[in-house]
T-cell receptor, first 112, second 112 residues
C-alpha cells in the first residue's frame, strides 16, 4: 500500500510569488490534514478535510492560504502571495478514522 | 490549552537506554503519540497510547503515561545509531476534533 505522497519535495520561491503544494493521501482515507513546521519549532495544525469538506480550518494563518480537495482525493495548498514567514516544512497526513494519522515526507518551502 | 513541551536535545551512548520526556496541558487528551523523523525523511508513527492506559510496550519501545501529572515518556532500549532522529510527542484532544498538537521535537543523537 502506498503511503502519503507530497509534491514537490522542495520549493524555493521569491516573496510575492505563488506556490501550490500537492498531497495524495493513502487510498481510502477520507480524512486529510495539513500541518506546518516553521523554523524548527513545533508542528502546527493547519486544517482538516473529511472527503471534500473542510472539517476544521482553525489553524490556517491568514487568507493568503487556500486549501482544496476537489473530489475528495488529493488536496492542494496554495500560498498567494508568499511571504518570508511562510518558509517551513508543510506536512500532509491522512487517516481512515481519526486515531492514527500517517504523514507524508513533507514539502520544504523556502521563500526568499 | 494544547501546549506540549519536550526537551530539545538528548545524547545517548550506543547500547544504553534513551528516555524522552513530554508534558502536556490538555486534560481531555484521549490519545498520545510518538512520531520519529529521520534526517531527510517524513514523520513516522512510532507508537501511541490511549489515555486510559499507563504503559504500552512494543519491542524496544516502552511508553509510560502519568495522566495525573500529564507526563508522557518514551523509552528506547538498547539504543542504536539508527535511532538518531527527532522524536515528536503529540496529543489528540477529546471529541470529534481530530487535530494533533505537537511538541517542538527532541533531537536524539546516538554516539558510539
Amino acid at each position: 500500500e502506498a503511503g502519503v505522497t507530497q509534491f514537490p519535495s522542495h520549493s524555493v520561491i521569491e516573496k510575492g510569488q505563488t506556490v501550490t503544494l500537492r498531497c495524495d493521501p493513502i487510498s481510502g482515507h477520507d480524512n486529510l490534514y495539513w500541518y506546518r513546521r516553521v523554523m524548527g519549532k513545533e508542528i502546527k495544525f493547519l486544517l482538516h478535510f473529511v472527503k471534500e469538506s473542510k472539517q476544521d480550518e482553525s489553524g490556517m494563518p491568514n487568507n493568503r492560504f487556500l486549501a482544496e480537495r476537489t473530489g475528495g482525493t488529493y488536496s492542494t495548498l496554495k500560498v498567494q502571495p508568499a511571504e518570508l514567514e511562510d518558509s517551513g516544512v508543510y506536512f500532509c497526513a491522512s487517516s481512515q478514522r481519526g486515531t492514527l494519522q500517517y504523514f507524508g515526507p513533507g514539502t520544504r518551502l523556502t521563500v526568499t | 490549552g494544547e501546549d506540549v513541551e519536550q526537551s530539545l536535545f538528548l545524547s545517548v551512548r550506543e547500547g544504553d537506554s534513551s528516555v524522552i520526556n513530554c508534558t502536556y496541558t490538555d486534560s481531555s487528551s484521549t490519545y498520545l503519540y510518538w512520531y520519529k523523523q529521520e534526517p531527510g525523511a517524513g514523520l513516522q508513527l512510532l507508537t501511541y497510547i490511549f489515555s486510559n492506559m499507563d504503559m504500552k510496550q512494543d519491542q524496544r519501545l516502552t511508553v509510560l503515561l502519568n495522566k495525573k501529572d500529564k507526563h508522557l515518556s518514551l523509552r528506547i532500549a538498547d539504543t542504536q545509531t539508527g535511532d538518531s532522529a527527532i522524536y515528536f510527542c503529540a496529543e489528540r484532544a477529546y471529541g470529534g476534533d481530530y487535530k494533533l498538537s505537537f511538541g517542538a521535537g527532541t533531537t536524539v543523537t546516538v554516539r558510539a
